[in-house]
Structures are given as structure tokens and as C-alpha cells.
């Protein structure tokens, strides 16, 4: 393990980018404030509390699924890899640099975010400390899919589909914008294949916006284990 690669790795790749690229992260967060937008218009604002807690949870799962174009473009494009196959960095310390940086990256969002939080009275000390907790689990679950695909990928242009894909199926289809009670429960058991739906279940319950569903839980840190070791299996760090 060499945690001072990650951590300097995630500075340069995701604290140092929010001020050289501030268009990607105006883009990073235009979706879920439109949506919020638009839950708020159509349900006159009776439903904005849980779009702003959605957000939380679309704003960290789009950024882990949409990583994997910036993951497959330093390995097929830039052969970043190679430069660290040679050194004493494996790719576990990549990963954890390249997760905490898109970890990094969201801070503006999560800021404005949590401001609309304070706006509404949403925060307590122990709903902050679950919120934290949930968000880091999507952030390592996401990150893991984005490391899965990217291994996969065989050209650098296949994956601006496929994440758009996968990043509206597994961030909107989910209950992140509306009550999870709106769905029937075999229809959230299969939207649980995505991280996000677990994520926004259980703050949805912690925030007591609608009734906590404790399996849940499990299936959120099940989900989190399962997608590291995949990720770790298929991730792929030397080129054959």
C-alpha cells in the first residue's frame, strides 16, 4: 500500500481540477439542480426535501459511474499505467487515488447541496454522520462499476455511450428524486442493482422522510463488497 501516492494522486486529479475546469463542474451538478427544479415545480415544493436529499446521493453515483471514461481515457489514451507498472504503485493505490479524487471533485456540489440542506432544517448530528457514512459506501460501490467497465472497454470511444447509459438508468430510474413508497417492493429490489437505490432508501428512512427499510443497509455494504472485488478482479493494470 502507498497511501501517499493516493492522496497526492487524488489532489492533482480531483481537488486541482475544480480550478483549472470549472465548466465539468458546473456539468457534474446541472443535472440534479434541473431535476430538483423540476420536482419541486410539479410537486409545489411538497417533495423538494426529498430531491434535495436525492441529490446528494445522484451527485456522488453520476460522478462514480461517469469516471470510468476518465479511468478508460489514462489507461487506453494517456498509458498512464505503464508509467506506474514499473514503479512500486499496484492497483490497489491507483484505484484508491482515482476514487478519492472523484471523491474530491464532488466537493463543490456537496456544498451547495448541503446548503439547501441547512435552508430547509434537513441536518441533525446524526443524520450528518449517516449521510457521510452512505456517501462514502456509493462513492467506493460507484467507483468500483466505473473500474469494472473501464477495464472492459477495448476502445475510448465506446465508453461515452455506455456511461451515459448507465449513469441515467443507475442515478434517475432509482428513487433518488421521490419516495421509495411510490414503488412496488419487487420493482426496488431490482432497481437495487444499482448502489444508488440503497443509498437513497436509507437516508430517505434516516431523515424520517419516509419509513426506514433496514435490509437495505445490507444491501448497500453487500453491494459495496461484491463491486470492490469484482473491481479488483477485472480492473485491468497490465496490457497483454
Do not use: C
Not at 104 to 112: A, D, E, Q
Not at 133 to 144: K, R
Amino acid at each position: 500500500m502507498n497511501p501517499k501516492f493516493s492522496l497526492y494522486f487524488a489532489w492533482y486529479y480531483g481537488f486541482r481540477v475544480i480550478g483549472r475546469g470549472s465548466s465539468y463542474v458546473i456539468a457534474s451538478i446541472a443535472t440534479p439542480l434541473t431535476l430538483l427544479f423540476l420536482v419541486f415545480v410539479l410537486s409545489r415544493g411538497e417533495l423538494v426535501e426529498y430531491a434535495i436529499i436525492g441529490g446528494f446521493v445522484s451527485l456522488i453515483a453520476s460522478n462514480g459511474l461517469t469516471s470510468a471514461s476518465d479511468a478508460a481515457f489514462l489507461r487506453l489514451q494517456a498509458k498512464i499505467q505503464d508509467l506506474f507498472i514499473a514503479t512500486s504503485i499496484n492497483s490497489i493505490d491507483y484505484m484508491i487515488g482515482l476514487t478519492l479524487s472523484f471523491l474530491l471533485f464532488t466537493t463543490p456540489g456537496i456544498v451547495l447541496y448541503a446548503g439547501l440542506s441547512l435552508v430547509y432544517h434537513l441536518f441533525t448530528i446524526e443524520r450528518i454522520l449517516v449521510l457521510i457514512g452512505v456517501l462514502f459506501m456509493l462513492a467506493l460501490s460507484t467507483s468500483a462499476i466505473s473500474f469494472i467497465i473501464a477495464g472492459a472497454i477495448k476502445h475510448i470511444r465506446n465508453v461515452w455511450g455506455i456511461v451515459g447509459i448507465l449513469s441515467i438508468i443507475m442515478t434517475i430510474l432509482p428513487p433518488t428524486y421521490y419516495p421509495y413508497t411510490f414503488l412496488p417492493k419487487y420493482v426496488i429490489y431490482i432497481l437495487a442493482i444499482s448502489p444508488a437505490t440503497p443509498a437513497a432508501i436509507i437516508l430517505q428512512g434516516s431523515f424520517g422522510l419516509s419509513p426506514e427499510f433496514l435490509a437495505m443497509i445490507v444491501v448497500l455494504f453487500a453491494e459495496t463488497a461484491v463491486y470492490l472485488s469484482l473491481a479488483k478482479y477485472f480492473t485491468r493494470w497490465r496490457e497483454k
